[in-house]
Each structure stands twice: as C-alpha cells, then as structure tokens.
Nanobody
Framework: QVQLVESGGGLVQAGGSLRLSCVAS????????MGWYRQAPGKQRELVAK???????NYADSVKGRFTISRDNVKNTVNLQMNSLKPEDTAVYYC????????????WGQGTQVTVSS
C-alpha cells in the first residue's frame, strides 16, 4: 500500500510563503503523476498543481505564477512552493499519486492545513 506523508502546512499572513512536502513510501518514478489538491470548507477538492513522471507540470489558473511544484527523485519527495499567499488559498492540502497498473489508481495523503490570514 502506497503511503504519502505531507508536511509544511501552517498559519501565514497574506503575502507570505510556505513550502509543502510529500514523502512517498515508494519510488516516485513508479507513478504516472503526482500532485497537490486542496479542499476549502464547503467546497469540492480541486487540483492545485501536478507533475508527471516526465517532468511536465500543470497548475490551476488561480495559482499560476505564485506556486511551483517540483520533485526530488532521490528523496521520493514532491514539493509545493507557495509564494504570495492569499486568504483564498486557505484549505487542507492533499498530496496525490496517480498510477496506472491495468487500471488507474489514486493514493492520497492525510492532508495538511494551510491558513492564510488577511
């Protein structure tokens, strides 16, 4: 069973920065893509950013130019650098691993809270 462990959430003022990290229990090369999703109270979970095994990235329009996703294949880690944070970025952030083995599988971390105060 794949395990994903997030860290790095917290409370920050608007305009500040946070760096989220997600450590996988397996070699991240085995995943077709890894990403970060978020869910604010009363809202659906949404994609924030993802990175494929080939290194291609994709971002939600709301975070383009402010957030950067990266991967460290040696440490089996995916990071999300978040700059110029806004109150509307407040949410629980979840790490995701997307894998195709005959069928598509999704694995999720437990989530880490990010709160941005105005």
């Amino acid at each position: 069973q794949v395990q994903l462990v997030e860290s790095g959430g917290g409370l920050v003022q608007a305009g500040g920065s946070l760096r989220l990290s997600c450590v996988a229990s397996e070699n991240i090369f085995s995943f077709n893509a890894m990403g970060w999703y978020r869910q604010a109270p009363g809202k659906q979970r949404e994609l924030v950013a993802k990175i494929t095994s080939g290194g291609s990235t994709n971002y939600a329009d709301s975070v383009k130019g402010r957030f950067t996703i990266s991967r460290d294949n040696v440490k089996n880690t995916v990071n999300l650098q978040m700059n110029s944070l806004k109150p509307e970025d407040t949410a629980v952030y979840y790490c995701n691993a997307h894998l195709f083995v005959g069928s598509w599988y999704d694995y999720w971390g437990q989530g880490t809270q990010v709160t941005v105060s105005s």
